[in-house]
Nanobody, 114 residues
Framework: QVQFVESGGDLVQPGGSLRLSCVAS????????MGWYRQAPGKQRELVAR???????NYADSVKGRFTISRDNAKKTVYLQMNSLKPEDTAVYYC????????WGQGTQVTVSS
């Protein structure tokens, strides 16, 4: 059974940057499209970015041009580089398969505030 462990979240000022990491265990990582999702307080979880097996990427309009998703299949890790962070990026960030997510990890908290 696949498990995801996210890390890298922090408190950062508006305009700052963070790099999130997510390690997957118990799966053939390279065979799946991976996504980064986020859930803000009182809101539904949403897809932020995804990367396919051929490394084709897709982003939500709200993060396009600011976030970059990448993957390292040898390390079973997916990354999310977040630049020019805004207060509205504040959320718990999760990684999972796309489009059929499995059990969610604990996520990593990103707080953008001055």
């Amino acid at each position: 059974q696949v498990q995801f462990v996210e890390s890298g979240g922090d408190l950062v000022q508006p305009g700052g940057s963070l790099r999130l990491s997510c390690v997957a265990s118990g799966s053939v990582f390279s065979a799946y499209t991976m996504g980064w999702y986020r859930q803000a307080p009182g809101k539904q979880r949403e897809l932020v970015a995804r990367i396919g097996t051929s490394r084709l990427t897709n982003y939500a309009d709200s993060v396009k041009g600011r976030f970059t998703i990448s993957r390292d299949n040898a390390k079973k890790t997916v990354y999310l580089q977040m630049n020019s962070l805004k207060p509205e990026d504040t959320a718990v960030y999760y990684c999972n398969y796309y489009p059929s997510p499995r059990t969610w990890g604990q996520g990593t908290q990103v707080t953008v505030s001055s």
